[in-house]
């Protein structure tokens, strides 16, 4: 295995356990143990756990807005890009034993590093952009509905519902809740 392997195999070990048990719930032995190495050879590729888990958020955070600024050319209007960010952030959750892995990290923010703390306020910011155009396209294509007569607010509203319902989900492994608690954000987008 040559170190772009061994690396890429480690941040996607970290991820799983990060977005499962949270960032103070694993250690570099448990990664030994899942990826097969030794902790020497992770500490050659990630020398402190705070390198390795801002790393894992840097990439976290491209691969979603990877995916977001995807949806704008996959679905035409902003309502199904909105439809479509509120299911991306439902299968973060895989079976319901799963957070994306902002949630999973902002549960324990405190103990993270601060470098990792500021990848995390660069991710939600980005995010919070990209919905608050979704939010802006809305109000020039339904000015009589309501939508984005404040974007800003919306946005951060649309983001701590998605990030608050991931919670509600996970506390019970039951993904009804997160359908229960997007259900009249969907509902209003549907009346469009």
Request: aromatic residues 8%.
């Amino acid at each position: 295995m040559n170190k772009v392997d061994t690396k890429t195999n480690l941040m996607d070990a970290a991820e799983q356990q990060v977005r499962q048990k949270g960032a103070d719930g694993f250690s570099y032995a448990d990664l030994s143990a899942q990826v097969g190495i030794r902790k020497a050879s992770i500490h050659y590729h990630f020398p402190t756990k705070s390198d390795l888990l801002t790393a894992i958020m840097a990439r976290y955070s491209q691969e979603v807005l990877t995916t977001l600024d995807g949806y704008v050319d996959l679905f035409p209007t902003p309502k199904e890009q909105l439809i479509a960010f509120v299911a991306f952030y439902r299968s973060a959750l895989e079976e319901g034993d799963k957070l994306c892995l902002c949630v999973a990290f902002t549960v324990g923010r405190d103990a993270l590093a601060p470098q990792t703390r500021l990848e995390i306020s660069r991710f939600r910011d980005a995010v919070a952009t990209w919905l608050q155009n979704r939010f802006e396209q809305l109000s020039c294509a339904s000015p009589a509905r309501g939508w984005g007569e404040d974007p800003t607010a919306e946005s951060a509203a649309t983001l701590a519902l998605v990030e608050g319902a991931q919670l509600a989900a996970r506390s019970t492994a039951d993904l009804a809740h997160y359908d229960a608690a997007t259900k009249c954000f969907l509902g209003r987008l549907g009346q469009l």
